[in-house]
């Protein structure tokens, strides 16, 4: 007889006990996971949990100032570190989404090493790991931790991967966590949030990636999303988004030909990622998202629907 409130004290009385008068580092992503897992562990062990917050410059608009403060909110002791200059320094020019996946990864654990490196005797690193990304990670590459060591086998491990791991949701799924993030009163909005990709509009932006790029498709995907919360659409959907297309179309405006980007919308039904298909949004809806996508994003003239299914497509487009 599981209930998300016995899950909360079991795990606080564990957490005292495994983690003590330590101090313990965690990396905020503003997702459901890692939110849940810091709010357990500060009901735990309170003001010696140092959150971090990084910004990539790869986040939805305002999404760093909005979740940030949230989580000041919230009681958490969080610092929200400003990368975006340093991310978009080691994008430049890379246009494989393998690459640009791996000069992201590389640019967070640089960054947080050197936030983790300014708490003094910090012990632990915590994770929002939940149990399919445990059993996905075993069989696929041998666990998060190895991804990061693959990346610093030249120079020797970061300074942070030598902390132990405290891991408080590896045991339960996903709705479970939010059960548990309800019950300690963590925002419905926060825990019914889409899931986002960690390399973030980096992978929606097609080809290299630019400063002017990002806050094109900032401006586009605050307009869609933002129209299916105004027209109740957002719970219905598992993940949406939209793609920056790496090709300009012909348009016309007034008595000018226009030259601009295409972008495409993407809103999918799905339990886990794994298997999706394209959501049926109402044409009146895409009719209205279109025109003020076009009207309101300077740079943008032509706006198409992805009516994927995956398989054969994936959700994201790189
Ligand atoms: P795909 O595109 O593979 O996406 O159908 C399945 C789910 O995974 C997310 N995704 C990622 N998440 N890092 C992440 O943290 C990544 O590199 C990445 N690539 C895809 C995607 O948003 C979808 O929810």
């Known amino acids: 007889n ?3 409130d016995s899950f909360v004290d079991s795990t606080v009385a564990t957490i005292k006990e495994k983690v003590g008068n330590d101090k313990v580092v965690l990396g905020l992503s503003g997702g459901v996971d890692s939110s849940v897992a810091a709010v357990l562990l500060h009901k735990a062990i309170g003001e010696n949990l140092y959150c971090i917050f990084v910004n990539n410059g790869l986040l939805r608009k305002n999404e760093f100032e909005s979740v940030l403060k949230q989580y000041e909110g919230m009681g958490l002791n969080v610092k ?6 340093r991310f978009l320094t080691k994008l430049a020019g890379l246009s494989d989404p393998e690459a640009k996946r791996k000069a992201i990864g590389n640019t967070f654990i640089d960054v947080f090493d050197d936030e983790a490196h300014q708490i003094k005797d910090v012990k632990w690193l915590a994770q929002g790991t939940i149990y399919p990304d445990v059993i996905e990670s075993v069989s696929v590459n041998g666990g998060p931790s190895a991804t990061i060591k693959s990346h610093h086998n030249v120079g020797g491990l970061p300074d942070f991967m030598k902390l132990k791991i405290v891991e408080p949701l590896r045991m339960i799924f996903k709705d479970e966590v939010r059960r548990v993030g309800a019950s300690m009163g963590i925002d419905q909005q926060l825990l019914g949030r889409h899931p986002f990709p960690g390399p973030g509009l980096a992978i929606r932006i097609l080809g290299d990636v630019t400063a002017e790029k990002v806050r094109i498709l900032q401006e586009v995907d605050a307009i869609f999303i933002n129209g299916l919360r105004e027209d109740g659409l957002y719970d219905k959907v ?6 920056l297309l790496p090709v300009n179309s012909v348009g016309v405006m007034g008595d000018e030909r226009t030259y601009e980007k295409v972008v ?7 339990t886990d990622g794994m298997t999706a298909d394209w959501v049926d949004l109402p044409y009146k809806f895409l009719q209205k998202t279109s025109n003020k996508i076009i009207n309101q994003v300077k740079g943008v003239n032509r706006v198409v629907y992805d009516i994927s299914s995956k398989p054969p497509a994936t959700i994201e487009w790189e």
């Open 238 to 243: 598992w993940q949406a988004g939209a793609m």
């Open 2 to 4: 599981w209930t998300p």
């Open 80 to 85: 929200g570190v400003d990368a975006s200059e």
């Open 264 to 270: 495409a919308l993407r809103a999918v039904e799905s």
